[in-house]
């Protein structure tokens, strides 16, 4: 940021926490949370006879200290980096705890991250030690027959055939011991960590560019918690499902909560049958991104609609009639008596069995990490799971703004949380301030600097705008901001979530337009939706919602051109982060002849 940007910039709204911290660090908050709810239920996970296990918080606690003892033995201690590379499963959530109550900071690793990209973060953040769930993650983290980077000890959560591996029993038989020769030495570890002690390190996306370590204090994580919970929306008796990536701030703040409240959570990772295991377990809470959103509402769209007949135009009407109540509602109207009739005959018919479909007791429903399209978010609502839509970002701890059950507003994301302060720049940017901003980038500090101004103001490189209750609405990007050849800018992120919500047979909509004389469209599409359709209909599918979305846009806005891709966009050619956000560069070089080919055939 400039040297004199401050003084340009005006402040929007500003609240305070009223409460100061109970306790320092994440672990010690995390053992008396443990005593406090004893033999209840904390976790819930698949077990090897494909039911379900439970654990209480005093075997959560058990299991997290002996490991904790186990790490302490091996050497690893207060400050020292121990990664995590594996998918969502309880003994991630087991390694964090040891990870924590031993005094060290943990740092996230993808399952999916490449052998460079892992050799980059474990170099860079200098970890002493790592667990690593399987043989491939394992394979990542040799070179010449030895331990990249300060590796010293590597723990491996499945057996691998590897004796210089530590196998997870292994871990729990050293941790043992320790314990019986020296008992308190986990609680003298955890009681010793500061406020201003490391706690982990989380890698950006990398979207552009190397991704950068965010260092996050205790503080930051005390904070956060402490604020969510002053909310009093999530109580002790809610049961989560929990099935996002660990690895990402999303998935760890969502166990820094649990920490903080005390709730129980079902864990399990496996993304491809969230929707069984919703009607199996029946939460009360979840947390997810768009995609998750989209995906449900698409796959319910098209069965409902390829009925065909009466079943086709009851499911529509039902619609209409829950977004029009859901809008008036929003708007201040009032729903009138007959309205409100048609509204109950709308769920007896049609809502009721949605919500069934998803465990029929879910309460809270929590939507974050990228742009939530307002279309999906009212017919949420309308079939009564309104999604809470929040911002936030790894730097800031995850979450800084919220809706809530009581003060819901689609098309934002909600009010700040107490303590952080924000303001607007004079180009639109988003600015954040509080006990919620990270430490600074690990090892970076001149790309700190570029972010967090001499006050503490965090630049987040995004835009929007608040309005008079303090609501925050997202624009898009500052990055992410094409401006075409004829100087106009586009904000590609809100188009294409309205192309997807206009068209469930949509996967991935990528927007092209930096330095173009128009915006086109590269279309991946959605298997679950397009499965069984030839690519003519598939393509004239994505031919209506284009031309729906573009009766909204200004003239500079609209799509002239789009193709369908021959594949969809992943993780290992780089097109997208493993958190899924795609990387625009890196797609356009991959696709280039296909982008060129639409300039062509339009000038043509």
């Given at each position: 940021m400039a040297g004199n940007a401050a003084a340009t910039r005006k402040a929007v709204t500003m609240t305070t926490l009223s409460t100061a911290p109970t306790t320092v660090s994440v672990g010690a908050r995390f053992l008396a949370t443990c005593a406090r709810f004893g033999t209840t239920e904390a976790?819930?996970?698949?077990?090897?006879?494909?039911?379900?296990?439970?654990?209480?918080?005093?075997?959560?606690?058990?299991?997290?200290?002996?490991?904790?003892a186990g790490l302490l033995a091996l050497g690893v201690g207060r400050g020292d980096r121990v990664a995590i590379a594996a998918s969502t499963r309880i003994e991630w959530v087991l390694a964090d705890?040891?990870?924590?109550?031993?005094?060290?900071?943990?740092?996230?690793?993808?399952p999916n991250t490449n052998a460079e990209d892992v050799a980059y973060i474990l170099g860079d953040c200098g970890a002493v030690a790592v667990f690593a769930e399987d043989a491939d993650q394992v394979a990542k983290l040799r070179a010449d027959g030895h331990w990249i980077g300060a590796i010293r000890?590597?723990?491996?959560?499945?057996?691998?055939?590897?004796?210089?591996?530590?196998?997870?029993?292994?871990?729990?038989?050293?941790?043992?011991?320790?314990?019986?020769?020296?008992?308190?030495?986990?609680r003298e570890a955890a009681a010793s960590v500061g406020a201003d002690d490391l706690a982990t390190i989380i890698y950006t996306s990398g979207t552009t560019g190397r991704p950068k370590g965010v260092e996050l204090t205790n503080a930051n994580w005390r904070y956060l918690v402490e604020a969510v919970a002053s909310q009093d929306v999530l109580r002790p008796e809610h049961l989560q499902l929990?099935?996002?990536?660990?690895?990402?701030?999303?998935?760890?703040?969502?166990?820094?909560?649990?920490?903080?409240?005390?709730?129980?959570?079902?864990?399990?990772?496996?993304?491809?049958?969230?929707?069984?295991?919703?009607a199996a377990v029946r939460p009360t809470m979840m947390a997810a991104a768009p995609r998750i959103f989209e995906k449900i509402h698409g796959k319910v769209q098209s069965v409902a609609t390829t009925q065909g007949g009466i079943r086709a135009w009851v499911f529509r009407w039902a619609f209409r009639i829950g977004i029009d109540a859901m809008r008036r509602l929003q708007d201040g109207r009032g729903v009138s008596i007959g309205r409100r009739a048609a509204l109950a005959v709308a769920d007896r018919l049609v809502f009721r069995a949605i919500r069934s479909r998803l465990?029929?007791?879910?309460?809270?429903?929590?939507?974050?990490?990228?742009?939530?399209?307002?279309?999906?978010?009212e017919w949420f609502a309308a079939a009564g799971l309104p999604l809470?839509?929040?911002?936030?970002?790894?730097?800031?701890?995850?979450?800084?703004?919220?809706?809530?059950?009581?003060?819901?507003?689609?098309?934002?994301?909600?009010?700040?949380?107490?303590?952080?302060?924000?303001?607007?720049?004079?180009?639109?940017?988003?600015?954040?301030?509080?006990?919620?901003?990270?430490?600074?980038?690990?090892?970076?500090?001149e790309a700190t600097a570029e972010v967090i101004d001499s006050d503490g103001w965090f630049a987040t490189g995004d835009v929007g705008e608040i309005d008079a209750d303090g609501y925050l609405r997202i624009t898009d990007r500052k990055k992410d901001l094409a401006k075409t050849s004829g100087g106009k800018y586009i904000a590609p992120t809100v188009i294409e979530s309205a192309l997807k919500a206009a068209c469930p047979q949509i996967g991935t909509a990528v927007v092209i337009a930096e330095g173009r004389k128009f915006a086109s469209l590269l279309v991946s599409p959605e298997p679950d939706t397009t499965a069984g359709m030839p690519p003519d209909a598939v393509e004239a599918a994505?031919?209506?919602?284009?031309?729906?979305?573009?009766?909204?846009?200004?003239?500079?806005?609209?799509?002239?051109?789009?193709?369908?891709?021959?594949?969809?966009?992943?993780?290992?050619?780089?097109?997208?982060?493993?958190?899924?956000?795609?990387?625009?560069?890196?797609?356009?070089?991959?696709?280039?002849?296909?982008?060129?080919?639409?300039?062509?055939?339009h000038q043509s």
């Open positions: 976790f819930r996970h698949p077990g090897t006879d494909g039911g379900w296990t439970s654990l209480s918080w005093n075997d959560l606690s058990s299991r997290a200290q002996v490991l904790a705890l040891a990870v924590t109550l031993a005094g060290a900071a943990t740092t996230t690793v993808y000890s590597v723990v491996t959560f499945d057996h691998v055939e590897d004796q210089s591996a530590i196998g997870w029993d292994d871990l729990v038989a050293i941790g043992r011991e320790r314990l019986r020769t020296d008992p308190s030495s986990v929990l099935w996002l990536p660990l690895s990402h701030v999303f998935g760890k703040m969502l166990l820094a909560i649990q920490y903080e409240i005390g709730f129980s959570t079902v864990i399990d990772g496996r993304v491809d049958r969230i929707v069984d295991t919703l465990g029929g007791r879910l309460e809270v429903l929590v939507c974050g990490s990228a742009a939530l399209a307002t279309p999906i978010a809470l839509e929040g911002y936030g970002l790894t730097e800031a701890t995850c979450v800084s703004f919220v809706n809530r059950p009581n003060r819901h507003r689609i098309g934002t994301v909600g009010q700040a949380l107490p303590g952080t302060e924000v303001r607007i720049a004079d180009d639109g940017e988003i600015l954040l301030r509080g006990p919620g901003v990270m430490r600074g980038y690990h090892q970076l500090p994505v031919t209506r919602a284009v031309a729906e979305v573009n009766a909204g846009l200004n003239r500079w806005e609209t799509i002239k051109q789009f193709r369908l891709l021959p594949r969809d966009l992943s993780v290992e050619a780089g097109e997208i982060t493993p958190s899924l956000k795609v990387k625009r560069a890196v797609v356009a070089e991959h696709f280039a002849d296909l982008i060129q080919s639409m300039y062509q055939e």
